[in-house]
């Protein structure tokens, strides 16, 4: 098959492309920068225009409260709508044929976040935030275009080479032996690795596959848990933790328009946030990696890294 990659520079997108290739597949990159075959901005309709004809699309572009460098500070509800949902469009526009596997890559913070035992593919959808709200955009625009359509809805995204909260977290038990931590922090929040994702990604793409599909590795654990596996990992004395109350912390966010702490974030810093994976399992996928060895994996890499 003839594969387009949007996001093709970023972290998941380098996991699934070797899968994709060593099957045999001809992968077409695309990304706003990096060693890319064709490099732009997806939300520019001239340079979708001009992306080839392709088998399937595995969009994997978007934005998200990962990268400060990016966010701005005001105006986010357009940043994300210009490059979460326009982009959407444009690039459903651009493979509107019924023939095109289009395969989206959304988030699971597209869920309802309440006191559940399990989030499945049936759950309702909410839009309890600015990223939230532009992944639900994205996945409408996607169920409706015509053809063969999937959504691939990961947790948190780890393992080797990932970053974002794991490097504070990491320093702070490492250099201060201390940990402060926005809510009580004993509830299970599902973690993927990286490799897992990749390869449900993969087996929807070569099955072409339709519908939704959760992606988390197994045996969820609690971010206490992920301290003391960390602890573990470099055999360092038992980290000090101190739990902030969510209410005071909630209330400031929302007065400063959720700028500090995302609300998505802090729902799930509430919440626990386990994933039901059926419909992967039922196409042959099953994770790797438990959550406990995903967080080791993941700070073991961090930890080489100057």
């Known amino acids: 098959?003839?594969?387009?990659?949007?996001?093709?520079?970023?972290?998941?997108?380098?996991?699934?492309?070797?899968?994709l290739r060593q099957a045999g597949h001809e992968v077409i990159t695309a990304d706003r920068r990096g060693e890319v075959d064709h490099a732009g901005d997806l939300a520019d309709p001239a340079y979708v225009r001009g992306l080839p004809g392709v088998d399937t699309v595995l969009h994997a572009a978007a934005v998200q409260y990962v990268d400060p460098k990016t966010l701005p500070t005001f105006g986010r509800r357009a940043f994300f709508q210009r490059n979460n949902v326009d982009a959407t469009r444009l690039l459903?526009?651009?493979y509107a044929s019924p023939d095109v596997h289009?395969?989206?890559?959304?988030t699971s913070m597209i869920y309802q976040q309440a006191d559940r035992p399990l989030c499945t593919t049936s759950t309702p959808l909410a839009e309890q935030g600015l990223y939230s709200a532009s992944k639900i955009a994205a996945k409408?625009?996607?169920?409706a275009r015509p053809g063969p359509n999937a959504t691939i809805i990961p947790c948190i995204i780890a393992g080797g080479g990932r970053g974002g909260l794991f490097v504070s977290l990491l320093e702070s038990i490492r250099r201060r032996g201390f940990v402060v931590i926005p809510g009580r922090g004993d509830h299970p929040v599902h973690l993927v690795h990286v490799s897992d994702c990749a390869a449900l990604i993969?087996?929807?793409?070569?099955?072409?596959?339709?519908?939704m599909f959760n992606a988390a590795s197994r045996d969820a654990v609690s971010i206490r848990q992920w301290i003391r596996e960390i602890e573990n990992e470099f055999l360092l004395e038992p980290t000090r933790i101190l739990a902030l109350p969510l209410g005071p912390i909630h209330a400031a966010s929302a007065l400063l328009g959720y700028r500090p702490v995302p609300k998505e974030r802090l729902l799930m810093?509430?919440?626990?946030?386990?994933?039901d994976v059926s419909e992967g399992e039922q196409l042959g996928w099953r994770a790797a990696y438990t959550n406990v060895q995903i967080v080791r994996d993941t700070v073991r890499t961090l930890a080489d890294e100057p």
Not at 1 to 19: D, E, H, N, Q
Request: glycine share 8%.
């Open 1 to 19: 098959m003839r594969i387009l990659v949007t996001g093709a520079a970023g972290f998941l997108a380098g996991a699934v492309i070797p899968l």
């Open 92 to 94: 459903a526009e651009r």
């Open 102 to 106: 289009f395969v989206n890559v959304s």
């Open 140 to 143: 409408r625009i996607v169920d």
């Open 202 to 211: 993969a087996k929807v793409i070569e099955r072409r596959a339709t519908g």
């Open 269 to 275: 810093l509430r919440y626990r946030h386990v994933l």
